[in-house]
Nanobody, 126 residues
Framework: QVQPVESGGGLVQAGGSLRLSCAAS????????MGWFRQASGKEREFVAA????????YYADSVKGRFTISRDNSKNTVYLQMNSLKPDDTAVYYC???????????????????WGQGTQVTVSS
């Protein structure tokens, strides 16, 4: 079992940057794909980014492509989300997720992730 814990959220002005971290307990971290999802107030939880077990492939929602970068360090059991050029529309609670998606389309499907963190709030002011 893997328990992810997010950190790094906060308040930032539009155009600014934040880096989220997700540390996951357990010795099997490298066996899992990792994803970031977000949920704005009153909206459904949506896919943001994902990375394969080895880190050799990454996937992004169109809304963040070119601005956000996901990466992982398996030696530290940690996945990161570097967020640049932030916009007020990026305001949401960001969740780290752990799973074993099999196909490319699975990475964007929150149903393919088994373990979720508690979330960290990101607020972007205009």
């Amino acid at each position: 079992q893997v328990q992810p814990v997010e950190s790094g959220g906060g308040l930032v002005q539009a155009g600014g940057s934040l880096r989220l971290s997700c540390a996951a307990s357990g010795r099997t971290f490298s066996m899992y794909a990792m994803g970031w999802f977000r949920q704005a107030s009153g909206k459904e939880r949506e896919f943001v980014a994902a990375i394969t077990r080895s880190g050799d492939s990454t996937y992004y929602a169109d809304s963040v492509k070119g601005r956000f970068t996901i990466s992982r360090d398996n030696s530290k059991n940690t996945v990161y989300l570097q967020m640049n050029s932030l916009k007020p529309d990026d305001t949401a609670v960001y969740y780290c997720a752990v799973g074993r998606p099999q196909f490319k389309s699975d990475y964007q499907n929150k149903g393919k992730y088994n373990y979720w963190g508690q979330g960290t709030q990101v607020t972007v002011s205009s």
